[in-house]
């Protein structure tokens, strides 16, 4: 994932945007009309599914699509997906 940071007058960050690719983040930066494209800064993990704000591809997070998902599966013992595909969710079987 590609990333771009909006500064404000004091250098503080006050806005990130996401892209898929350096492609679309060169994209967004010329039809923002932004004359510093800032370089190469892509390689970075997200952990949620985040959509590219240039294209609206989805970029594959670590977790997947959200952070209750994520818990629930960091969570989970195992064999609790293989007795909730059988039916003995909680039998302790």
Same mark, same amino acid.
């Given at each position: 994932?590609?990333?771009?940071?909006?500064? /404000?007058? !004091? %250098?503080d960050?006050l806005?990130r945007?996401?892209?898929? =690719?350096?492609y679309?983040?060169? =994209?967004?930066?010329q +039809?923002? +009309?932004?004359h $510093?494209?800032?370089?190469? !800064?892509?390689?970075?993990?997200?952990?949620? !599914?985040?959509?590219? !704000?240039?294209? @609206?591809?989805?970029?594959? %997070?670590?977790?997947?699509?959200?952070?209750? =998902?994520?818990?629930? $599966?960091? +969570?989970?013992?195992p064999?609790?997906?293989?007795?909730? =595909?059988? @039916?003995?969710? /909680?039998?302790?079987?």
């Amino acid at each position: 994932m590609h990333k771009h940071d909006i500064d /404000g007058p !004091d %250098g503080d960050i006050l806005d990130r945007v996401y892209f898929c =690719s350096d492609y679309c983040h060169r =994209s967004w930066c010329q +039809n923002q +009309n932004l004359h $510093e494209y800032g370089g190469w !800064d892509g390689c970075h993990e997200a952990e949620y !599914d985040t959509p590219c !704000d240039a294209c @609206g591809d989805t970029i594959p %997070g670590a977790y997947g699509t959200d952070e209750e =998902s994520a818990l629930e $599966e960091l +969570n989970a013992t195992p064999g609790d997906a293989e007795a909730e =595909s059988e @039916g003995r969710e /909680g039998t302790g079987l």
